[in-house]
């Protein structure tokens, strides 16, 4: 006998479809879960990193002599002590591990030191002598091709095209726009952290928060120059994500400490550190033309669009990729020209942060389209829903939506639900809050809305794929399950739907989730919204298996049935260089906001009153952890919206603080209210559709749009600030 | 459930040799006075008398994360700006970042790990998981901590009063939906 998965729904709970407390969560409240900035070894040494003061400059000398000498230090190391590779990146190789001549920008890392204490490494690093011919740096992403080159290759990181339809058709109705967004920091909360620990045969196990081991250990091996299977990874707590440690931090760092030394190597960035030390948002300018009939249809959209990169690639050539093709929105659009540009600066490297590229674009098309909507008549709704994209759509790429795309429904969805009451005189209810700025006076209460896609799962013909392992054994007279994979849990709760999958397909309650760790196959990134759809399809496919051999037997005595399997999604296509036509995405997710805001027009004050939000996820594996998901993508959504930015200036970073980098409180996030759709898509692990990314794109321009609305002013830019609401 | 990292360290330690999480314990302290430049405190840490010969720059962060192996306080910033490390001290909660250790003589500091009853969790802790308070959890030990105090506050009633009341503690993966609702049911159950 076979039992389905509907059949054993039933029979356990904690399967999908419910919310069962998180395996992690007992620990995380009681303060027991260890994050990477929690581990310890006996025996183990600090390890710290001298970084560059400078965004462009020639290193001439650089001498260690004097560190070296300072009690307590085990090793000063440069670019010289690099024993394999020094170069590595996601896609490019040009990022050196320790900066070779130059720096290209400020926080680049020049040398390492290993000491016996974190402040005699800060006295050793002191007396690292190096010295630089300072360079006039490249900041401007819109000449930065034509400006000195930083790279052999020059300042092109890449150029992405789309050529749809009529590139001359002509319109009525004609917006544009240049639109520019800030440099957003994923600022987790749990600074970068890892544990080199050596072995007597020359290999090296690390403990580290990461969002994809094998991806790690590969570059790690590589500039280590030690075959993959010498260095080991294991997953260890990670206080958050977001992106920002897709990129290697201090993992080679750690490494080259370790096995120069002999000793475990502890390294953990403060915070400021912390800003120097991962990749960032890209920075954007988006101009955009929009071209529609008299009734709201659009009839063309081009758009030229530059995304800052930074002192190295990174992921800009799948950000830029991703800006071009989601460039339009979740629009009908015939007629499509688009050139996105992903360039090389000195300004901070960047690279992914939480909607990777389909953020920057989406504050630019939805404030076209409101500008559009103003421009014809219409209401912000009606534009949005007479050009909206549904399942059988085309994309600018030529790509047909072959699943649910419910863009009309969403955005009927958060303007039917009810406005909250009216403006409080309540000062805690009140722009400035208990500053107690003002009772009333001044304040205007506007709405605001937008949609945004986002492509789930790894795109252009990229083979991706995760690997599951799930082991059934009997346990105090029942069975019992263990799954085991690669895959990173960030926070976003990708243990508790294993352990939800598992118990789905084999009727076991009782799941444990091994230790993330490159033992076994590559589990992929935790990005792009793929976790549940790809590991989530690994465990099931292993659990199929495993059901297999166990044939409906609920006693299995001494048998232990070990089942590991990849899997893969539907593959992708790349993209045409010149037209940009292509199958290029697995996946379509999309949100829809509806802000509503209170501006104290005269102080330039806003608060967010009420930000509403519908989403079709295909199918809530877990309903509490998808709400969890849309609050935290809207609350960083609304960050980049009113506060969020790394501002830089000659390419330095000029707070890189919590004090100064501003990131919401509780005060800051309204109350929600969320409707979850559940359309499924057939081509997904139980029709589910990726959820993490979609509400992060479209909270930012429903507020802006909010604040336009009670200001009357364009508000090309975001974050908002108060000194653009006032004018001083 | 998930192996516990500290379980999971233990197995590790097979073949890692000693990866562990808890510093060293601390030695006593000598009888005679402190050396140059170093300070003696003696003060409670979650109902345990503790001596500490430290350096008076010492925060109370470093001391239970360093000296005492308690590193449930968590560090987010080490500048007053996250709320991470909040601890209560005689019953207040304050941020141990910015709190030097050199100054809690004859004090009473409580940590998260001392809040819960053996397996029993606080009110509080409770409440977090059946509102799933957290993603990543890093913010987690600073929120309860101040929620703990937030639910014993009287004049903290209305959602707003308890926004206010909590807005030192940033959590970036945006759980205080949850949060706020969490609180709400452990002040329910306090009344
Ligand atoms: S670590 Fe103390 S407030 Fe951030
Ligand atoms: S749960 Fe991640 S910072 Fe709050």
Redesign the interface.
């Known amino acids: 006998m076979t039992l389905t998965p509907a059949e054993l729904t039933s029979a356990v709970s904690g399967g999908i479809g419910t919310?069962p407390?998180?395996?992690?969560?007992?620990?995380?409240?009681?303060?027991?879960?260890?994050?990477a900035?929690?581990?310890?070894?006996?025996?183990m040494i600090w390890g710290a990193t001298l970084r560059s003061p400078h965004p462009y400059a020639r290193i001439t000398s650089v001498d260690i002599t004097e560190a070296l000498k300072v009690p307590g230090v085990y090793a000063v190391l440069t670019a010289d002590d690099v024993p394999g590779r020094n170069l590595y990146g996601l896609e490019h190789k040009d990022q050196p591990v320790l900066a070779v001549d130059v720096v290209r920008y400020q926080g680049e890392p020049i040398a390492l030191v290993g000491a016996d204490h974190p402040e005699t490494a800060l006295r050793a690093m002191k007396k690292i002598v190096v010295t630089y011919e300072v360079l006039e740096p490249v900041v401007d992403m819109e000449t930065a091709v034509d400006d000195t080159p930083l790279h052999p290759g020059g300042n092109l990181v890449r150029h992405v095209p789309i050529r749809r339809g009529s590139q001359d058709v002509t319109a009525e109705v004609v917006v544009t726009g240049r639109y520019e967004v800030g440099m957003q920091d994923?600022?987790?909360?749990?600074?970068e952290s890892g544990?080199a620990?050596p072995?007597s045969d020359g290999s090296v196990?690390l403990?580290i928060a990461t969002q994809w081991l094998h991806v790690d250990r590969d570059q790690i091996a590589a500039a280590l120059g030690l075959p993959q299977e010498q260095v080991r990874l294991?997953l260890?707590?990670?206080?958050?994500?977001?992106g920002g440690r897709e990129d290697l931090s201090m993992q080679v760092h750690a490494c080259l400490l370790a096995l120069h030394t002999g000793k475990?190597v502890k390294m953990v960035y403060?915070?400021e550190e912390s800003f120097y030390g991962h990749v960032h948002r890209h920075p954007a300018v988006l101009y955009y033309e929009h071209g529609a009939d008299h009734t709201g249809k659009l009839v063309y959209v081009r758009t030229r669009m530059y995304l800052d990169g930074g002192a190295y690639a990174s992921s800009t050539p799948a950000v830029v990729a991703n800006a071009a093709t989601l460039g339009v929105g979740p629009y009908e659009v015939d007629n499509v020209t688009v050139d996105a540009y992903g360039v090389y600066t000195n300004n901070p490297p960047c690279g992914a942060m939480r909607g990777f590229g389909a953020v920057q674009a989406g504050f630019a098309y939805e404030s076209q389209m409101d500008k559009l909507a103003e421009a014809l008549g219409m209401s912000p709704v009606d534009v949005r829903v007479r050009n909206a994209m549904t399942e059988g759509s085309v994309m600018p790429t030529g790509q047909v939506v072959d699943s649910a795309a419910p863009v009309a429904q969403l955005l009927k969805l958060v303007q039917d639900k009810p406005l909250p009451a009216g403006t409080s005189s309540?000062i805690?209810?009140l722009p400035g809050?208990?500053s107690n700025t003002t009772h009333g006076e001044g304040v205007v209460r506007r709405v605001g809305y937008a949609v945004g896609i986002k492509n789930i799962c790894f795109s252009e013909g990229y083979d991706d794929y995760s690997t599951a392992r799930v082991r059934v054994s009997m346990v105090n007279g029942s069975l019992s399950a263990a799954v085991h994979t690669a895959a990173c849990e960030?926070?976003?709760?990708l243990?508790t739907i294993m352990q939800q999958i598992v118990r789905t397909e084999l009727g076991i309650e009782r799941v444990?989730?091994?230790?993330m760790d490159t033992t076994i196959g590559n589990g992929g990134s935790t990005s792009a919204s793929r976790q549940t759809y790809v590991t989530g399809g690994a465990v099931k496919a292993a659990c199929a298996l495993v059901r297999d051999k166990l044939a409906g037997r609920t006693d299995i005595g001494d048998e232990v049935i070990d089942e590991t399997t990849e899997w893969r999604h539907r593959a992708t296509e790349a993209i045409d260089p010149v037209t940009g036509q292509g199958n290029a995405h697995v996946q379509y997710g999309f949100a829809a906001h509806r802000a509503v805001v209170d501006v104290d027009v005269d102080l330039g004050l806003v608060r967010v009153v009420a930000l509403d939000c519908a989403q079709d996820v295909g199918k809530a594996l877990n309903p509490?952890?998808v709400v969890?998901q849309i609050?935290?993508?809207?609350?960083?959504g609304l960050g980049l919206a009113v506060m969020e930015e790394i501002q830089t200036s000659g390419g330095k970073v000029r707070n890189p603080?919590?004090?100064d980098y501003l990131?919401?409180?509780?005060?800051d996030?309204p109350?929600?209210s969320i409707d979850v759709l559940e359309l499924a898509d057939p081509h997904a692990p139980y029709g589910i559709r990726g959820v993490g990314e979609p509400p992060t794109i479209s909270s930012t321009p429903a507020i802006v749009a909010a604040i336009r609305a009670a200001t009357g002013l364009a508000l090309t830019r975001v974050p908002v600030r108060p000194e653009h609401l006032t004018g001083t | 459930m998930t192996t516990s990292r500290r379980q999971f360290f233990g197995q590790a330690a097979a073949v890692s040799a000693g990866v562990a999480l808890s510093a060293p314990a601390v030695e006593a302290l000598a009888a005679e006075p402190a050396p140059a430049g170093l300070v003696d405190v003696v003060f409670e840490v979650n109902g345990e008398r503790q001596k500490l010969r430290l350096d008076p720059r010492v925060t109370l962060l470093d001391a239970l994360r360093e000296q005492l192996g308690l590193v449930g306080t968590k560090k987010g910033c080490d500048r007053g700006q996250c709320g991470a490390c909040t601890v209560h001290v005689d019953d207040r909660r304050v941020l141990s970042c910015l709190t030097l250790t050199a100054t809690l003589q004859g004090k009473e500091v409580t940590t998260i790990e001392g809040i819960a009853d053996g397996d029993d969790l606080h009110p509080v802790q409770r409440a977090f998981i059946d509102h799933d308070g957290f993603q990543c959890g890093f913010c987690t030990s600073g929120q309860i901590m101040s929620a703990v105090k937030v639910v014993e506050e009287r004049e903290v009633r209305t959602d707003d009063q308890i926004r206010e009341a909590m807005s030192g503690n940033i959590c970036r993966c945006g759980a205080y939906p949850n949060i706020l609702e969490a609180i709400k049911q452990a002040k329910a159950g306090d009344r």
Do not use: C
């Open positions: 919310s407390q998180r395996p992690d969560g007992n620990l995380k409240v009681r303060g027991e879960f260890a994050y900035s929690d581990l310890w070894h006996e025996d994923q600022a987790f909360l749990g600074p544990l620990v072995a196990d403990y294991t260890s707590g990670v206080g958050g994500a977001f475990p403060n915070r309540d805690r209810e809050g208990v960030v926070g976003q709760g243990v444990t989730v091994l230790p509490q952890a969890g609050q935290g993508g809207s609350a960083q603080s919590f004090t990131i919401p409180t509780v005060l996030m109350p929600m």
